[in-house]
C-alpha cells in the first residue's frame, strides 16, 4: 500500500512538473514573440528589441536581460546543458552585434535570437535533440577564443614594432 501511495505522489509532481514547464515555455514563448515578431508591417516582422535598441544603452541592457531572463527560466524548467548554451550563444550573439552603433540597429530588425531559442527549445523538448553535456561545445569555444587571443596578440605584437621603429625613424 505505501508503494501505491508513493507512486501516485510521484506521478503528482511530475504532472505538477509538466504543467509548470508548460505555462513556463508558455510565457517564455509570448515575451519572446513579443521582443522579436510582434509588428508586422508590409510582411516584415520585428518585435520590440530592435525598437528598445533605439534606446542607446537603456535598450541594449534591457534587451539582453529581458532575453537572459528567458534562458534562466528554461534552465530552471529542466532544460539541458547543451541547449542552455546555445541559448546564450544566440544571446550574446544578439547582443555583442546589436551594440554596434547604427549597424545593431539594423542586425537587431532581422537577427531574432529569441525566437531562435525558442526554436532550440521545441527541439530539445518535443523532438529530444540538442541533449546532453554542453562540454565539446565549451572547448570549442574555448579553443576558437584562444586562437583569437593568440591571433590579435600577434597583431598587436606586429603593430607596436612598427610604431616604435616609426618612432625611431622619426627621433
Known amino acids: ?25 508558455i510565457w517564455v514563448e ?6 522579436d515578431n510582434k509588428f508586422n508591417i508590409g510582411g516584415f516582422r520585428f518585435g520590440l528589441d530592435p525598437l528598445l535598441n533605439l534606446i542607446p544603452y537603456a535598450g541594449q541592457i534591457i534587451s539582453f536581460a529581458t532575453s537572459i531572463l528567458l534562458v534562466l527560466i528554461m534552465l530552471r524548467n529542466g532544460a539541458g546543458s547543451k541547449v542552455a548554451v546555445k541559448m ?17 540597429q539594423v542586425f537587431d530588425f532581422f537577427h531574432k535570437a529569441n525566437q531562435k531559442n525558442i526554436i532550440l527549445l521545441r527541439e530539445h ?9 554542453a562540454k565539446k561545445l565549451l572547448i570549442s569555444i574555448l579553443i576558437i577564443l584562444l586562437v ?8 598587436m605584437w ?13 627621433f
Open 1 to 25: 500500500m505505501a508503494f501505491l501511495r508513493s507512486n501516485n505522489v510521484e506521478t503528482s509532481s511530475n504532472t505538477r512538473l509538466i504543467e509548470k514547464r508548460k505555462k513556463d515555455f
Open 30 to 35: 509570448r515575451v519572446s514573440y513579443l521582443l
Open 88 to 104: 546564450l550563444l544566440n544571446v550574446i550573439y544578439d547582443a555583442f552585434f546589436g551594440s554596434i552603433p547604427f549597424f545593431g
Open 125 to 133: 523538448y518535443f523532438e529530444e535533440k540538442h541533449q546532453g553535456s
Open 148 to 155: 583569437v587571443c593568440i591571433a590579435l596578440f600577434y597583431f
Open 158 to 170: 606586429l603593430l607596436s614594432g612598427w610604431f616604435i621603429r616609426l618612432l625611431g625613424t622619426i
